[in-house]
């Protein structure tokens, strides 16, 4: 009797740790009710097969930028631009923003422009110091920006896309 209390004790806290562990998958909605109000909007999600085969042309490539690729599981992008302020509500972004208060996601990055209204947010996801998933999410009273990336993410790799592809490259001296 005492080993079955033992036994159900261990599985019900593996279970509880293995809820409580960070997911770098972001619930984010599709904001569908949004589309007629904006101007132009963006909507990408590539995972599942996509990301399969481009890991697989990832792998088998000599160009450093394309493996980086390798080991990314999805890539989801959602960004809205509106003709005027308060089109969106604020809302609809901090519910993606409360869940990354979650165990396991480390905000590294908080700027905001209290006069213009902007704030942009970026989160990573780790365990066992690994990085499981980037998260920025960028507001500002006439757009929206969320981004989420998921896989295993090498920050050496990541550090050499500097420049390319849209990451900005960073000027050393200041």
Do not use: H
Not at 32 to 60: E, H, I, P
């Amino acid at each position: 009797m005492k080993n079955r209390f033992l036994i159900a004790a261990v599985a019900a806290w593996g279970v509880s740790a293995t809820c409580s562990a960070a997911t770098p998958e972001l619930n984010i909605p599709d904001f569908s009710q949004l589309r007629g109000k904006a101007v132009d909007s963006v909507d990408v999600t590539l995972d599942g097969f996509l990301m399969r085969l481009v890991a697989r042309f990832a792998r088998k490539s000599e160009d450093e930028n394309a493996q980086f690729l390798s080991d990314i599981k999805s890539v989801r992008v959602r960004n809205f631009e509106f003709a005027e302020d308060g089109l969106y509500s604020l809302a609809d972004v901090d519910s993606v923003r409360r869940q990354l208060s979650a165990p396991g996601w480390t905000q590294i990055v908080s700027a905001q422009k209290r006069s213009e209204k902007e704030k942009v947010d970026v989160y990573l996801c780790a365990e066992n110091e690994k990085i499981l998933g980037i998260a920025v999410i960028a507001s500002e009273p006439r757009s929206f920006t969320i981004v989420n990336v998921i896989g295993n993410i090498d920050i050496d790799k990541l550090a050499k896309l500097e420049g390319q592809f849209g990451i900005p490259k960073l000027d050393e001296e200041k």
